[in-house]
């Protein structure tokens, strides 16, 4: 009886220290509401440099749904956990962010703490944006505060228990959450450097470019490996990548700032919100990234030139037409006119054979692109292509694509295409409702500056 006792008193022992110790871990303190600063208290300037920051970090279009007020959040972002919306970022006394402090502003960028105290979920990537320094943070906090205010409450995120409970993400940042990741390469040039700062931390690329861990944690040894965001796959963008055409400095800068290069495509997806906000901000930081992705991507193998590339595709169009005879049909009634004419865009095509769509192991993307198109954007000269949703069955994009890979690449065949077909006819219709979309995406390189 008295062995029973002592071992019953140190389970409650354990019980009661674990409980404690948990509650030590997962508490943070609320920061004082403030009483909401004036805007002609924020300099100009950092105004100014706090929306080419915001535009580097995407913001507007995570914080946005389609039609909505910007920064006024209510986005859904589906996880395999659940789906977690995005929250109210405008200066709204209420349900925005007026009455925090900068201190408050700083703690939710590096520590992923509302000023509350409460625990915010790692859809808001601050495991990327502890790495933004002070000054990037302060001009951060001068642009969302000089917003237009917008009532807009949280809405209630759809997550099973105990995932609800926000205690448990105090455990997922003791594992995954490393602060001043970012160091700087005295090796490296001061470019380098840059374009390392802003990857690593506000533009957040490794978020959607790096596979994830069972617990939702970015895979550190997969590094750029490649992911996936809102039902789009994102590429792998290191020494795996599918690109047909190797990526180098020049056509990095090219895509990143314009949305399209004829060697790699247009933005679609979640890249067009990217790129969108790309084109806003200097010209200097778009050339920093794309120099520290080139070093990032590594040299190209031998005979991945642009010339070899499009003369192996070439033997391979009979041999799909005889295989495909459906696909190849709908090919030449629906695709040939634009990607074989030789224009440009927008009333021309790219050259499939160097997709990266068509090339890639995950047919997601190319089903996506055949579905819903690529939208013109207003007032720009865009490149623009029909979706095929409403004109097409399941099984004719089945046709149509397998033809594609086996006419334009030498790569195996997809399995489980007619399942990944149905599932992008379905989300992509759902998100299409929700997301802001793309605001702006100047196209044409030759209209765009230079670094």
């Not at 998100?431 to 995406?441: E, K, N, V, Y």
Request: proline letters at 9%.
């Amino acid at each position: 009886m008295r062995r029973s006792a002592t071992i019953g008193g140190i389970v409650v022992a354990l019980i009661v220290g674990g409980a404690v110790s948990g509650f030590a871990i997962a508490w943070r303190p609320a920061i004082a509401a403030i009483e909401p600063p004036a805007r002609k208290s924020f300099d100009p300037e950092m105004i100014k440099r706090g929306r080419e920051l915001a535009a580097l970090g995407n913001c507007n279009d995570c914080h946005t749904v389609r039609g909505g007020k910007d920064f006024a959040g209510g986005l859904p972002v589906p996880t395999p956990f659940g789906t977690i919306f995005s929250t109210n970022i405008t200066p709204d006394p209420e349900t925005g962010i007026r009455r925090w402090s900068e201190e408050a502003f700083r703690r939710a960028m590096r520590s992923g703490v509302d000023r509350e105290g409460h625990h915010l979920y790692p859809t808001f990537p601050y495991d990327h944006f502890t790495n933004v320094s002070d000054q990037d943070d302060r001009a951060l906090y001068a642009f969302l505060m000089t917003r237009e205010p917008v009532v807009a409450p949280a809405r209630t995120n759809e997550l099973p228990f105990p995932l609800n409970q926000r205690f448990v993400i105090a455990g997922w940042k003791l594992l995954f959450l490393h602060r001043d990741a970012y160091r700087p390469d005295s090796t490296r040039s001061a470019e380098w450097n840059r374009g390392a700062y802003l990857v690593e931390g506000l533009a957040h690329c490794g978020a959607c470019h790096t596979p994830r861990n069972a617990l939702g944690a970015e895979r550190a040894s997969a590094r750029f490996a490649g992911g996936e965001s809102d039902y789009w796959s994102a590429y792998a963008i290191n020494a795996q990548s599918p690109a047909p055409v190797p990526w180098n400095v020049d056509a990095l800068y090219v895509y990143l700032r314009n949305g399209w290069h004829p060697d790699h495509g247009t933005a679609r997806g979640p890249m067009a919100e990217v790129v969108s906000n790309l084109s806003s901000v200097p010209a200097s930081d778009v050339h920093a990234i794309a120099v520290h992705m080139a070093g990032v991507l590594g040299s190209p193998a031998p005979g991945r030139d642009r010339a070899t590339v499009v003369a192996q595709a070439k033997p391979a169009a009979d041999k799909a037409a005889q295989t495909d005879p459906q696909g190849a049909a709908i090919y030449a009634a629906t695709c040939a006119p634009c990607h074989e004419s030789g224009r440009p865009p927008p009333y021309g095509g790219i050259k499939l054979s160097l997709s990266t769509a068509i090339n890639a192991p995950d047919p997601r993307n190319l089903a996506n692109i055949v579905l819903t198109g690529v939208r013109p954007v207003e007032g720009e000269r865009s490149p623009i292509m029909p979706g095929f949703a409403s004109s097409m069955t399941d099984t004719q994009v089945a046709a149509l694509m397998n033809y594609l890979r086996a006419r334009f690449t030498s790569r195996a065949p997809w399995k489980d295409l007619a399942k990944t077909i149905e599932e992008a006819r379905r989300t992509q219709t759902a998100f299409l409702q929700t997301s802001a979309g793309p605001r702006s995406m100047p196209t044409d390189p030759a209209q765009r500056d230079k670094p």
